[in-house]
């Protein structure tokens, strides 16, 4: 999380560096918007005497003008951490600056001018401003843990394009298998696919010895089992004669089951990882705050971990806003003279990941039990109100998130789990801290 710098002002050199995938250019800039050097000076990430050679300018410029230094560097997903980290391990007082915050000073100027160098002087002069808001590395247990939740999404979101390979597949070489099974993905159904590679011998198949399989694989009794064999076996004498499916058609549905079994066996794998981490580290300040987020309705182990892992430093953030904000759910603004716009988006600036988790939050808040029971009813009740509003259901479910989020800015702030209240009982909970005098009288009401 960005934290405000140079509260107390004193002069230090900023050292701005501009982060590529092999090298770096390091600029760096006086108090007075001065340069040390007209020039850049040129890092090779693969050469330890560049790198060398960069922390001897740093501190030699230290000694020449008996300032201190800090160094600015924008993050770039991956490419800034080893950099970073050298030169933490080199004493120097080193941020980590949001690449919207460098892009916005970057169109101050009149010409249009984009180049490695002339970013890492604009990344030096804006070290400089005190109001400048820049983050620290984060804890090795949070860089871990997020290492592991990014790569569960992203094997996540490949497993769902080869479902829906899969599926496509499915359409063509056997359009009636779709439906017979209550997921394609499951056992019985991907058993089914893999022991029968073609619509012959699907159609020939012994019918007893496939509903055994059948049965076995989907842990249900035999009679159902039978029915889906014979429907397997119907669905595959229909595609014979609707259905385009040609040998190479069940290669690939193969392969795409191949490749979601693998998928799911590296899932696991890390989600073990995950638990194993956490487990091991339940004195740590991060994991209670996990343990906290795991009490709230609609969040498991790995949202709360998830979420946790953005926010990095929860001490950082003062209000709910600033959350709010960092997460990107925050409102975008559209306002000129008299004029204010009303078809505002959310900004969408934060964490997608963040955002990611708190939308199937805000799902699982607003739902209900197979009975209709609401599963957290004061949340429902506020997405309810907000579509009785005339809000369409995306921008009732966007407000749905920001609470969530202000619920877990306090759960976090007081360092209690998540209880389910209603809208009575949070107001007589704030009058009686308010105005501790007539407490008795918000109890007898």
Known sequence: MPQLLNQKFEPFISVGIDVGADFSEMAMCLPNHSFVEKKTFRIYHNKPDSLEAAVKKIKKAEEDFSMKSKVFMESTGIYHLPLFCYLINHGFDSHIVNPLITNSS??????????????????????????LQASTMPHKL???????TREYYSLSDDRSKQVIKLQGQLRIALPQFR??????????????LKTHTSLESLAHADAEVLALQISQASRKGITTARKKAEALMKAAEAAQTFGAGVETNFHLICLSISLIE??????????????????ANDDEAFVKHIRLLES??????????SLMCEIGDFAAFKKAKQLIGYFGIDPSV??????????????????????????MMAVQSIGTTRNGISKNPPIRDYYLEK???????????????????????????????????????????????????????????
């Open 334 to 359: 559209n306002q000129s003279g008299n004029f204010q716009g009303t078809r505002n988006k959310m900004s969408k600036r934060g964490s997608r990941i963040a955002r990611r988790v708190l939308f």
């Open 142 to 148: 949070v860089m871990n843990l997020r290492n592991l």
């Open 262 to 279: 693998t998928y799911d066996e590296q899932i696991k794998g890390l989600l073990k990882l995950m638990n194993d981490i956490v487990s």
């Open 387 to 445: 579509c009785q509003a005339g809000k369409p259901k995306m921008v009732a479910l966007g407000a749905v998130m920001s609470k969530l989020c202000k619920i877990i800015f306090a759960v976090l702030r007081d360092g209690k789990p998540y209880v389910i209240k209603t809208r009575e009982e949070h107001y007589k909970e704030y009058v009686s801290k308010q105005f501790p005098e007539v407490k008795h009288l918000v109890l007898a009401a």
């Open 296 to 305: 709230m309705k609609g969040i498991g182990f790995l949202s709360a971990v």
């Open 179 to 192: 439906g017979i099974f209550s997921s394609i993905t499951g056992k019985a159904s991907l058993m089914v």
């Open 106 to 131: 970057r169109n101050s100027g009149i010409r249009k001018v984009k180049n490695d160098k002339v970013d890492a002087k604009n990344i030096a002069k804006l070290g400089l401003d005190p109001e």
